[in-house]
């Protein structure tokens, strides 16, 4: 099973590459925090047919550890050339595939006896979800950052294909038959504005593994922070993990699931349809972002690793497809109680005993989930009666000493924090990036809901929020604890959160060309910083913004002003939709339809290759 993690560049790395990109110096003021401890970061895991073995990525260690089952002892560690991010096992068990996310991803082929690095094959920007086919012959790889999909002939060592996915693939399952392939799109792909009629949800992305023909099932509006998907050993189903956001509502109270719900969406594989969106949440207690998903060989039972609020959900297929949970695990948000307590006894929900769970593996009746913040591994019997034996743990290193920087990136994805565990930062900030939906949070008055913001460089970019009703960034990190989880956080925890989100390195677009602009975004930087385009008046390198607000005429009918803070470019190409609501899906028609920037006249002064040159500037940021 492969999962994908979060990034983690060195911010040196991140720094050099912009200012060299954007030729504007260095980014002031952001520096990673000194870490006097080095972490190892589980994030994914795959284990032997035999269960002797479990081959665990180790996401901040850049390695691989092979770990002897069930004893626990950690045989070897195999450095590999980026950040492990997917790792899957032959099926003879011979050879070890993981995928090393980087600009340009390192798929690396491991001899599983020996721990030598047999092949390396190049994939595309941030390589995740390792997936085989049955036969072991064909290698799936989700390019996260260029939505796309590698399939690789692993005999051959080549690529075949990039089969189109929609936003930020993280995961991908192919049916026993290896005939089709299941893919999670991370986040939704549209516009979220008032005058936007359709829905507001992420996808899932099935294909024909022979003539990659590609249907893309729509989920229910809300859905997104897909993170993993699995099939059903019979091919019939696939269960994607997400969230379900009451988007449409104003998130007054947190209780009941009145903002984030928990869910696994049910895909009829061969009609490539939806089936069912089933909240995995109890009425008075949240099922925290739900990471990954895998089923038991017998295809009795799905187990979902729930990453914030430290558990294994447990759900019988049978139940899981069954009538009862259709009527009663249906989520009905905004319109009242979404679950009544009857559907909590179809889920068995396990603590576990480290922090942070992410990747799943299954061998017989164990299950085995890496604990990204304890750098270690739950072990979850299923045949245990009784909860004696029913959990153990692996130590993978030495106990964890959490620097102020990491204890605050565990806090923010720890939804524990938040009343009834609905939710933490994390759920609406993936990556303390952006969910691309709109939040009418009540900071700036009722009826204007705004897209949600990155937290990249929102410390050293005063004010937050789009009209800037929060000074700093330190104020809105507390004021999401009080008025979005609900709760009162110890100082010391917003101040470690605060250190977390200082150190976020920036990710280097994929538009960039071995990290420096191409020819066409060169030419659209001079246009961006020309007196004849100007766009640096407002957004200046190297922060691009003047951390000032301006009226640019996007007011929208519910807004109460016209003036909204100028936001940074650096890493738009990942933040869509644009602007404080949400507008438009792409930088093109921000500048074309929105006229953005380009008062009269301007915009038809420009050629049509000047248009494309300056959104491939924007986009490269
Ligand atoms: C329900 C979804 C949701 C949750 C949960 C959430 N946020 Fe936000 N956050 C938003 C939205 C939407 C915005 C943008 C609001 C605006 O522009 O007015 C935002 C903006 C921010 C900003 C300002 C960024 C900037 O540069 O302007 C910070 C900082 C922030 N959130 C921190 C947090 C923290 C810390 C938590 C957890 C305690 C959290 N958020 C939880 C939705 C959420
Ligand atoms: C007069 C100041 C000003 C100028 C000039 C200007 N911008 Fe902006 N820009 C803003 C403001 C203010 C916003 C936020 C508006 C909103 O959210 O409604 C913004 C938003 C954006 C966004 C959307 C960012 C996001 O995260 O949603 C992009 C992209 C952008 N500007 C690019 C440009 C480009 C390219 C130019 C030159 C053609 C330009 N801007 C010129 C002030 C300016």
Redesign the pocket.
């Known amino acids: 099973m492969n999962r994908k993690h979060g990034w983690s560049y060195g911010l040196a790395i991140g720094v050099l590459l912009l200012s060299l990109q954007a030729g504007g110096g260095a980014i002031p003021a952001v520096r990673a925090t000194e870490e006097t401890e080095r972490y190892l970061g589980p994030c994914a895991l795959a284990a032997s047919a035999d269960a002797r073995t479990l081959y665990v990525a180790c996401a901040d260690a850049r390695q691989v550890a092979w770990v002897a089952l069930p004893g626990g002892e950690v045989l070897r560690r195999v450095a590999v050339p980026g950040e492990p991010s997917g790792v899957a096992l032959s099926p003879d068990g011979t050879k070890l595939i993981v995928t090393c996310a980087a600009p340009n991803s390192v798929i690396v082929v491991l001899d599983a006896a020996s721990g030598q690095i047999l092949a390396t094959i190049p994939a595309g920007h941030t390589a995740v979800g390792a997936t085989l086919s049955p036969d072991g012959t064909r290698l799936y790889v989700c390019n996260r950052f260029e939505n796309n999909v590698s399939v690789i002939d692993l005999l051959e060592g080549k690529q075949l294909a990039r089969v189109a996915a929609v936003r930020e693939p993280v995961a991908a399952a192919v049916t026993g038959d290896g005939r089709t392939v299941v893919v999670a799109n991370h986040l939704p792909n549209t516009r979220t504005d008032a005058a936007f009629s359709g829905d507001s949800a992420a996808t899932v992305s099935i294909f024909d593994a022979q003539t990659f023909a590609t249907t893309v099932v729509d989920l229910p509006d809300g859905s997104n922070g897909l993170r993993g998907i699995c099939t059903s050993p019979d091919g019939t189903h696939a269960f994607a993990t997400h969230l379900l956001s009451n988007f449409r509502m104003v998130p007054f109270r947190v209780d009941t699931g009145w903002i984030n719900v928990n869910v696994v969406s049910i895909i009829d594989v061969p009609q490539r349809k939806l089936l069912a969106t089933i909240g995995l949440d109890e009425f008075y207690r949240g099922a925290s972002t739900p990471w990954d998903v895998a089923c038991t060989a017998d295809g009795k039972w799905v187990c979902v690793s729930l990453s914030g609020t430290h558990e294994l959900n447990v759900i019988d297929r049978a139940d899981l497809l069954g009538k009862d949970a259709l009527r009663t695990m249906s989520p009905m948000m905004g319109v009242w109680p979404i679950y009544p307590s009857l559907g909590a006894s179809l889920w068995r929900r396990i603590q576990l005993p480290g922090n942070g769970p992410r990747g799943l593996a299954i061998a017989g009746a164990k299950v085995y989930v890496a604990e990204y913040f304890s750098d270690t591994i739950a072990v979850v019997d299923l045949a245990a009666t009784g909860d004696e034996g029913r959990v153990g743990s692996i130590a993978l290193g030495p106990s964890v000493k959490l620097t102020p920087r990491r204890r605050g990136e565990m806090l923010f994805h720890d939804a524990t924090l938040c009343y009834q565990h609905w939710q933490s930062c994390a759920s609406c900030h993936p990556d303390a990036r952006v969910d691309g939906l709109n939040w009418d949070l009540m900071n700036d008055g009722v009826g204007n809901p705004k897209n949600t913001k990155s937290m990249i460089l929102s410390h050293v970019t005063p004010p937050s929020m789009?009209e800037g009703v929060r000074m700093t960034a330190e104020e809105a990190v507390r004021s999401g604890f009080t008025h979005i989880l609900f709760s009162v956080p110890p100082e010391q925890d917003a101040a470690d959160i605060d250190t977390y989100l200082k150190s976020l390195p920036v990710v280097p677009s994929p538009y960039l060309v071995d990290g420096r602009l191409s020819p066409s975004a060169e030419r659209g930087r001079q246009l961006?910083h020309s007196q004849q385009?100007?766009?640096h008046?407002?957004?200046p390198a190297p922060l691009y913004t003047d951390l000032k607000?301006?009226n640019?005429g996007?007011r929208s009918p519910g807004e109460f002003t016209e003036r909204?803070?100028?936001?940074t470019?650096i890493e738009?190409w990942r933040?869509a939709p644009?602007?404080?609501d949400g507008r438009y899906t792409t930088?093109r028609e921000?500048?074309v339809d929105g006229r953005?920037?380009?008062s009269s006249g301007r915009l038809e002064a420009l050629s049509e290759q000047e248009i494309q040159d300056?959104v491939e500037f924007?986009l490269s940021l």
């Open positions: 789009a961006f385009v100007g766009c008046i407002c957004h607000p301006h640019v996007t909204f803070d100028t936001p470019l738009v933040t644009y602007l404080h930088i921000l500048l953005h920037g380009l300056l924007v």
